[in-house]
Antibody, heavy 117, light 107 residues
Framework: QVQLKESGPGLVQPSQTLSLTCTVS????????VHWVRQPPGKGLEWMGR???????SYNSALKSRLSISRDTSKNQVFLKMNSLQTDDTGTYYC???????????WGQGVMVTVSS | DIQMTQSPSSISVSLGDRFTITCRAS??????LSWYQQKPEKSPKLMIY???NLEDGVPSRFSGSRSGSDYSLTINSLESEDTGIYFC?????????FGAGTKLELK
């Protein structure tokens, strides 16, 4: 069945770089888009960026200067890197799947990231 | 960016009641609007896609509709399992944007 699972450090120091991995199963990264979405504690959802099935990427302009998304199709993994982290980057980070022109149907369980010294 | 204005921000409803949440889009998004339910400490769950289509497995008491730039999620005959936070999402244009959420509680 379709599964996505995020992994990465739970604690990052301010000004450091966040590296997260989304490991997928049950579908191919060359057939579906994978997106990253985050949610600060007690707040709403923010779309961060997308890895398209063909390897193209799109980013939220609010994060574009700090954000990079890549993938390794042989390992069924999509990666997120975001630099210059600040305390307001604290939150739960999700990876989620979507077909072109369709919304997110499957989500990972999320990984909580705290930015603190 | 397309702004999605969602209302109400919270609501208390009695079991068996009917209620509606609305999202208004600041630009044309066609039918590229979906609705999600989120339970505490859980990932969002897709309920409605393309404005009016019920996701597989979602109870038929949920429905979606559109009137111009206003999109609505209606729950007929509320059940206790329907509590949670509901978000709309526009996926017409990047950056995709979400509504701020509606917290649904039992009265």
């Amino acid at each position: 069945q379709v599964q996505l699972k995020e992994s990465g450090p739970g604690l990052v120091q301010p000004s450091q770089t966040l590296s997260l991995t989304c490991t997928v199963s049950g579908f191919s990264l060359t057939s579906y888009n994978v997106h990253w979405v985050r949610q600060p504690p007690g707040k709403g959802l923010e779309w961060m960026g997308r890895m398209r099935y063909n390897g193209d990427t799109s980013y939220n302009s609010a994060l574009k200067s700090r954000l990079s998304i890549s993938r390794d199709t042989s390992k069924n993994q999509v990666f997120l890197k975001m630099n210059s982290l600040q305390t307001d980057d604290t939150g739960t980070y999700y990876c989620t799947r979507a077909e072109a022109a369709f919304p997110f149907d499957y989500w990972g369980q999320g990984v909580m990231v705290t930015v603190s010294s | 960016d397309i702004q999605m204005t969602q209302s109400p921000s919270s609501i208390s409803v009695s079991l068996g009641d009917r209620f509606t949440i609305t999202c208004r889009a600041s630009q044309d998004i066609g039918n590229y609007l979906s609705w999600y339910q989120q339970k505490p400490e859980k990932s969002p769950k897709l309920m409605i896609y393309r404005a009016t289509n019920l996701e597989d497995g979602v109870p038929s008491r949920f429905s979606g509709s559109r009137s111009g730039s206003d999109y609505s999620l209606t729950i007929n005959s509320l059940e206790s399992e329907d509590t949670g936070i509901y978000f709309c999402l526009q996926h017409k244009q990047y950056p995709y944007t979400f509504g701020a959420g509606t917290k649904l509680e039992l009265k």
